[in-house]
């Protein structure tokens, strides 16, 4: 599954009212595009109408995204909670409250989150749990630890390149 199939997942693999969920899904597009676009309060207001008309663990991820851009870490944690009852599953949001949680420094809280994620059974970007494991294992000073993270990413993004630069900066500290 690509990554765009995944964060489509949702709108096209569970019953319910296919209008409502076609309906949604272009609200969901068009957010993602207000998003790229830098437009947060426009994307926030189209995730939100996607949810209202068919709700999905991908459209509450997303949501959260928007809210982290915005300097809003909590209400980001509350909207990947939600696509998590929505979809067990998905692993992003799992990654994502622990990536949130890492930059408000609760990095032992973040810690189940990210070992979730990497359990998840649909999430395509499988290299950031264990980058964002990294990541805490370098801010407590566990650089062994952050190596074999960072090299268990390589296994599902072998081309990494900040990855290998930071083994590699990691592997300088020894010598």
Known sequence: MTEDESIL???????????????????????????E????DEAAELYR??????PTAEAHT????AFSFQGRADDAIEECKRAIEVD?????PYNDIGAYLIELGRLDEAVPWLE?????????????????LARIHILKERPLEAIRELKESLKYYPGNSSALGEIRRLLARFN
């Open 116 to 132: 979730k994620a990497k359990r998840a059974v649909r999430y395509e970007p499988r290299h950031f749990p264990h980058v964002n």
């Open 88 to 92: 067990p599953d998905f692993g992003n």
């Open 9 to 35: 997942y949702g709108f096209r693999h569970r019953g319910g009212d296919r209008e409502a969920a076609a309906e949604a899904e272009e609200s969901f597009r068009r957010g993602y595009q207000a998003q």
């Open 62 to 65: 997303f949501l959260g995204w």
């Open 49 to 54: 109408r996607s949810i209202e008309l068919y």
């Open 37 to 40: 676009e830098g437009k947060l």
